[in-house]
């Protein structure tokens, strides 16, 4: 899961948390948005802490000069 996913799951989940005020025959809308809210957050932060682990790339240049004047 990215980081995106996890916003859209957060998103969905406050939405049906906080906004729906509805139950079905057999479902709990507003349990369903919290379960969803946590998902999402456990998605951002291991996201983000996948991301912070592989620390900055380090790329090494390395010139090289090849004497065409003087053959061998």
Do not use: C, H
Request: charged share 20%; aromatic share 6%.
């Amino acid at each position: 899961m990215g980081l995106g996913l996890g916003i859209f799951l957060m998103a969905v989940g406050l939405i049906l948390a906080l906004g729906v005020r509805d139950r079905l025959a057999d479902f709990d809308l507003s349990v369903i948005g919290w379960v969803l809210t946590g998902v999402g957050a456990l998605a951002v932060v291991l996201s983000l802490i996948i991301t912070i682990g592989r620390g900055p790339r380090r790329t090494e240049m390395v010139e090289r000069r090849d004497d065409y004047d003087n053959p061998p």
